[in-house]
Nanobody, 119 residues
Framework: QVQLVESGGGLVQAGGSLRLSCAAS????????MGWFRQAPGKERELVAA????????YYADSVKGRFTISRDNAKNTVYLQMNSLKPEDTAVYYC????????????WGQGTQVTVSS
């Protein structure tokens, strides 16, 4: 069973950067296509970026394309989300989980990490 722990969030001014990390336990992690999601207050959780297990196939939502970069280090069981040129509308709790475009079921959700972008 894979357990996920997100970290790296914080308070940043618009235009700033943050790097999120998702550490996973479990031997099968490096076989999962993974995604980063976010959920803002009053809104549904949305997929913002995804990466295949090999790192060759990457997806970005239009809202973050050109600003966010997803990557992974399978040796460290970690997925990253580099977020640049942050905007107030990026404010949300960020989670990682299995890519819903590939899998029918999610892994157990972690606690997420709060990202707050001030204007």
């Amino acid at each position: 069973q894979v357990q996920l722990v997100e970290s790296g969030g914080g308070l940043v001014q618009a235009g700033g950067s943050l790097r999120l990390s998702c550490a996973a336990s479990g031997r099968t992690f490096n076989r999962y296509a993974m995604g980063w999601f976010r959920q803002a207050p009053g809104k549904e959780r949305e997929l913002v970026a995804a990466i295949s297990w090999s790192g060759d196939n990457i997806y970005y939502a239009d809202s973050v394309k050109g600003r966010f970069t997803i990557s992974r280090d399978n040796a460290k069981n970690t997925v990253y989300l580099q977020m640049n040129s942050l905007k107030p509308e990026d404010t949300a709790v960020y989670y990682c989980n299995a890519d819903p475009r590939v899998y029918r079921n999610y892994l157990a959700w972690g606690q997420g990490t709060q990202v707050t972008v001030s204007s």
